[in-house]
């Protein structure tokens, strides 16, 4: 028999749970798009949206998900034939660093693998050796959802620092805005990504592209920009008719002044913290299980790993069958593994991935690893015992 039944739990990182609160704003007759409520609600939601990025600078909203706010990002920053520094740590990197090379840039990797974060030096080295300032862009993922490393950004900012390079420092914030401590203007970030089904609780269907004065100078140099991308009039809520290039995205607009209330009751510290000892918890368990046995932390070091998404190793094909059990049986559905056989390492029967970004709270956490412990014991899978006590112990603790 199975134990299903009941509300389940999408703990897989994005799309992420949507809070009822927002379902319920959402769920409306179609409004008028010329006046009235919707209207005026735009000067608050960028207003909120540029708190929520620690930015004084713009937000330009597009119908879109997180590839779309990549693309958008490059169509106004980067034209055919520049160069971008492109710092991978896993599948995401890797992926907008393709979106560039195919809309024209020439694009140079450094790859640090599955496993580790960036390194500074080799930035650095990597941006001295471009002494004619080839380089427009260094584009880096905060939180690599694959790898499920979180890179340090202020690092990158001061490599390029100290070598002095004038490029714009882009950043993918999709798995970790409003999840994770970021702070644009002070980490000295020029242009940031995001999307609406990670930590800002909505379904997909909005990208967002943060950015300040200087890569909107880029932009007006560049010879022309995709008139759907462009995000000079998607920065101004005034030109609301124009705002999205088309018909505004009218329900998600309500979705998303509802979850901007709920990042600003709850506050942007309290939130980075409850990300932080939720993802705590779920690292006692994991760190229980994985010592009989074959689980690992796909990040060994704890002070690298996200506090939005656990990436975890298991023979192949256990990975699979717990995925299925934790399903079937209990109603949680876990992240498969993405991108790990790229770069020789096993392939996504052996990887899994524990989503605990957005809307998420301690009883749906501990229900989770409860779930995934009741797998492991069902399907006869080597572990450690005790993992659900010691996430409570790790909740409990000051
Ligand atoms: C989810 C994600 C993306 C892709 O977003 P989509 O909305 O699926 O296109 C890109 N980068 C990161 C870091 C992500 O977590």
New binding site residues.
């Given amino acids: 028999m199975g134990f299903a039944q009941g509300r389940s739990y999408l703990a897989i990182?994005?799309p992420s749970v949507v809070p009822d609160a927002v379902q319920r704003a959402m769920h409306r007759a179609a409004p008028n798009i010329y006046q009235g409520e919707l209207v005026d609600m735009m000067d608050g939601l960028t207003t909120d949206l540029r708190h929520v990025a620690q930015t004084d600078g713009y937000v330009a909203i597009y119908i879109a998900?997180?590839?779309g706010a990549w693309e958008a990002s490059l169509a106004n920053t980067i034209a055919p034939g520049d160069r971008v520094l492109v710092l991978a740590t896993g599948h995401?990197g890797l992926?907008w660093g393709r979106h560039a090379e195919a809309m024209g840039a020439k694009v140079d990797l450094l790859d640090f693998g599955n496993r580790a974060t960036i390194d500074p030096d080799r930035i650095e080295a990597a941006l001295r050796a471009d002494t004619t300032h080839e380089i427009k862009a260094v584009l880096v993922?905060h939180?690599?959802?694959s790898s499920t490393v979180r890179n340090d950004i202020a690092s990158v900012r001061a490599a390029m620092n100290a070598a002095s390079h004038p490029a714009l420092l882009m950043v993918?914030c999709?798995?970790s805005l409003g999840c994770e401590r970021f702070e644009m203007d002070r980490w000295g970030v020029d242009v940031m990504v995001s999307?609406s089904?990670?930590g800002l609780m909505l379904p997909?269907g909005l990208g967002f592209v943060w950015f300040n004065d200087r890569a909107d100078a880029v932009q007006t140099r560049l010879d022309r920009v995709s008139p759907y991308w462009s995000w000079t009039p998607r920065a101004k809520p005034e030109a609301f008719y124009q705002y999205f290039g088309g018909t505004a995205p009218t329900h998600h607009l309500y979705g998303l002044r509802v979850a901007l209330d709920m990042i600003r009751q709850e506050g942007l510290d309290a939130i980075w913290q409850r990300h932080a000892r939720l993802a705590g918890a779920i690292w006692a368990a994991t760190d229980c299980w994985a010592r009989d046995g074959a689980m690992r932390l796909n990040i060994s070091d704890s002070a690298l790993r996200s506090h939005a998404v656990t990436a975890l190793s298991l023979t192949a094909p256990d990975a699979s069958r717990l995925r299925g059990w934790t399903e079937e049986m209990a109603g949680v559905t876990l992240g498969i593994g993405l991108g790990m056989a790229e770069q020789g390492t096993p392939a996504a029967d052996g990887f899994f991935r524990i989503g605990h970004m957005g809307h998420v709270n301690a009883h749906m956490v501990l229900g989770a690893l409860g779930a995934i412990e009741a797998g492991l014991a069902a399907l006869d899978i080597p572990h450690g015992s005790g993992g659900v006590s010691a996430a409570a112990r790790a909740l409990a603790a000051d």
């Fill in positions: 990182p994005g998900n997180g590839h995401f992926g993922t939180v690599d959802t993918d999709i798995a999307a089904q990670k997909p």
